[in-house]
């Protein structure tokens, strides 16, 4: 048995296992050079639906299968790598791999002609279909993340060096890319027209399927910037490839908790967990002139707690900026999770209103089933001077990031 089939093979029944050895033989050479030093990956017991949707009146863009599988496996490579990094293990998101060791990605012909899933609204038009398509054949339905990639339009604005015109980006646990014809691994890095254009676009790739993911927008902070260059769910989607782009802990920290992150044999619910989480005790605190200080008390389920500190606007699509800070996790003696975290002042340098005025910690609490939770707490720092407590009012939490 050749170790392409294994691997496939092993991948039916939720196991992604990906090594050098397995990489195919009709990949190009580029390719084959970025996956040559392939890290082993834990399996999943689940698979992101990656799927191809055109609409009724146009074709896929030529070569996507053989394109988009060296993509996403890169991809896998390089999450796997920065979760391993974050101490989080050798873990990657699911993929089915099939005989020939391409992704199994899903062609999906829409009913209505390509303009009727453009940019905007298209998306629900879109999911529609593939949820009936998913209906009526649920066997092919790995898991409830579902990646979405559309050929770019071609039209008097658009075209193959001018992608766009289809949704691109993240709705909860669905995610939009698209594909052209320069859409190839072999431009990665390069300082080219299509080189340029493929960091834009696969960065893009790569920060959305963050989002479908769970992930929220998040920025390193100030030396974890300096050390490791653009965190990829801030603007490392004009660096990905090209310039050092990495992975926040607090993002490594949802994904590890996330459905197709589970190792096979888990059993576990994902995202079912309705109720938010009971908060016994909080408090947040300026320690001296340089560090506040978060403290938290919380329902057992809870398993991660991200602190988040940003400027306004404090809405999504400008929050690119909020500085992640994973919480150290721990157990109370009453069974209760506890969360605690020294947010250092230096570290939010990039933020304008660091050295007083309007600010906002966000609170994500993840559950044991994957579930995301939020507390907003409105601050200044002109109102909390060195040793004292910051008021964080009545608790009101919503659910998602």
């Known amino acids: 048995m050749n170790r392409c089939f294994l691997s496939a093979l092993l991948c039916a029944f939720g196991m992604n296992v990906v090594t050098a050895a397995d990489i195919p033989a009709h990949f190009q050479q580029r390719a084959k050079e970025l996956l040559a030093d392939s890290i082993a990956l834990e399996p999943c017991e689940h698979q992101v639906n990656v799927i191809y949707f055109v609409g009724s009146d146009r074709e896929p863009i030529a070569d996507y299968e053989r394109r988009l599988s060296e993509l996403l496996l890169y991809l896998q490579q390089y999450y796997g790598r920065e979760m391993a990094r974050n101490g989080q293990g ?37 999911l529609e279909e593939v949820n009936r398509y998913f209906d009526e054949h649920p066997e092919l339905r790995t898991s409830q993340h579902s990646f979405v990639i559309m050929p770019t339009h071609y039209d008097e604005q658009y075209n193959d060096l001018n992608p766009g015109g289809v949704p691109f980006y993240g709705l909860g646990t669905n995610c939009f890319a698209l594909d052209y014809a320069h859409f190839d691994i072999k431009h990665l890095g390069q300082n080219t027209k299509e080189g340029r254009l493929l960091t834009k676009w696969y960065g893009g790739f790569a920060h959305e399927l963050g989002h479908g993911l769970n992930l ?125 975290v020294n947010i250092p002042l230096a570290e939010l340098a990039e933020l304008k209103n660091v050295k007083g005025g309007e600010m906002a910690l966000d609170i994500l609490m993840q559950t044991n089933e994957g579930s995301r939770f939020r507390w907003r707490v409105p601050f200044d720092l002109n109102n909390a001077p060195a040793d004292s407590s910051i008021d964080m009012g009545k608790p009101v939490i919503w659910r998602g990031y």
């Open 90 to 126: 050798n873990r990657s998101f699911g993929l089915t791999i099939k005989e020939n060791g391409e992704v199994n990605i899903i062609l999906i012909k829409g009913k209505e002609v390509h303009t009727h899933y453009a940019y905007g609204s298209g998306h629900n038009a879109c």
């Open 216 to 340: 929220p927008h998040n920025d390193g902070t100030a030396s974890q910037n300096a050390a490791l260059g653009t965190p990829l769910m801030e603007a490392g989607n004009y660096t990905f490839g090209f310039k050092p782009t990495y992975m926040t802990l607090a993002s490594c920290r949802i994904l590890a908790n996330s459905e197709i992150f589970a190792p096979v044999g888990s059993t576990i619910k994902f995202y079912s967990n309705n109720q938010e989480p009971t908060i016994s005790s909080a408090s947040f605190s300026r320690s001296g002139e340089d560090t506040l200080v978060l403290k938290l008390e919380l329902s057992p389920e809870v398993v991660n707690v991200n602190a988040y500190v940003q400027d306004p606007p404090f809405i999504v699509n400008r929050d690119y900026d909020a500085v992640a800070f994973a919480c150290d996790m721990g157990k109370a003696a009453n069974g209760n999770t506890t969360a605690e």
